[in-house]
């Protein structure tokens, strides 16, 4: 399943509104989208994806606090079977004690979550594969204190980034990616340095054969410095060429 985070189109939602980028992503075989700041934006979003058919398998939201219920009641209604967390700062994943309170947040969006069937995840950037605890990645560290319906969309640009060796993340994580964000870039790169798929140094084609091909695949220029638009479908034509 290929989709695209929507967030990666944020300029051009502004610019040009709702209606055409999901009609844009339509017309290039978007089937999937994945909401960003759901319980804001799905009133906005529903009726286009209804018109041209399109699902949100994947959402993401604040699921933190006091905004748990919004975004979960935004994502049942939206049919979202996965429900990630945008991030959680640097900050919080220092030491071991704050990896703890993250996995107290995940639980009780989890509990929250499983009578409709819904699983949770957190999309990951850099600090928390940069951070070490007890000589492993703060990320890694984090499945041994989360419930079994919670897990990660593993970003392997973002853990480049963090200096990770993105295949062996992949295989301790294993069946705790429950979604991959997909994105290009250089080997010693910047989050500034995005790249649409093929365009980059990163071993994409190696990342795509360890996956589940169940897993949702998720183009995600969260950063993208240019045409936003032009490379999630440039990415897309990438994929198709490979069978993805």
């Known amino acids: 399943?290929?989709?695209?985070?929507?967030?990666?189109?944020?300029?051009?939602?502004?610019?040009?509104?709702?209606?055409?980028?999901?009609?844009?992503?339509?017309?290039?075989?978007?089937?999937?989208?994945?909401?960003?700041?759901?319980?804001?934006?799905?009133?906005?979003?529903?009726?286009?994806?209804?018109?041209?058919e399109i699902t949100t398998p994947t959402g993401h939201g604040e699921i933190v606090g006091d905004q748990l219920?919004?975004?979960?009641?935004?994502?049942?209604?939206?049919?979202?079977?996965?429900?990630?967390?945008?991030?959680?700062?640097?900050?919080?994943?220092?030491?071991?004690?704050?990896?703890?309170?993250?996995?107290?947040?995940?639980?009780?969006?989890a509990e929250a979550a499983r009578p409709y069937g819904m699983r949770i995840a957190f999309h990951n950037h850099d600090d928390e594969v940069r951070t070490m605890i007890d000589g492993r990645p703060a990320l890694a560290a984090l499945?041994?204190?989360?419930?079994?319906?919670?897990?990660?969309?593993f970003d392997p640009n973002w853990a480049t980034i963090g200096g990770a060796d993105v295949l062996e993340l992949m295989s301790t994580l294993g069946d705790r990616i429950f979604?991959?964000?997909?994105?290009?870039?250089?080997?010693?790169?910047?989050?500034?340095?995005?790249?649409a798929l093929g365009d980059g140094e990163l071993g994409w084609d190696s990342f795509l054969d360890a996956l589940d091909p169940a897993l949702p695949r998720v183009i995600g220029l969260d950063m993208f410095a240019g045409d936003s638009l032009a490379a999630v479908l440039r990415s897309k034509r990438w994929l198709d060429e490979r069978g993805a």
């Open 179 to 195: 979604a991959v964000h997909l994105k290009d870039g250089p080997l010693r790169g910047t989050n500034s340095d995005q790249l």
């Open 143 to 153: 499945m041994d204190e989360v419930a079994p319906n919670v897990g990660v969309e």
């Open 69 to 109: 219920a919004a975004t979960l009641d935004a994502a049942v209604g939206s049919g979202v079977e996965l429900l990630m967390q945008p991030m959680f700062p640097a900050e919080r994943w220092r030491d071991r004690d704050g990896v703890r309170r993250i996995a107290e947040d995940l639980n009780r969006a």
């Open 1 to 52: 399943m290929i989709s695209v985070q929507l967030w990666s189109l944020r300029k051009e939602i502004f610019d040009l509104g709702w209606d055409p980028v999901i009609d844009t992503l339509a017309g290039a075989g978007f089937k999937h989208v994945e909401p960003f700041g759901i319980s804001e934006t799905a009133p906005l979003l529903l009726p286009a994806l209804k018109r041209n």
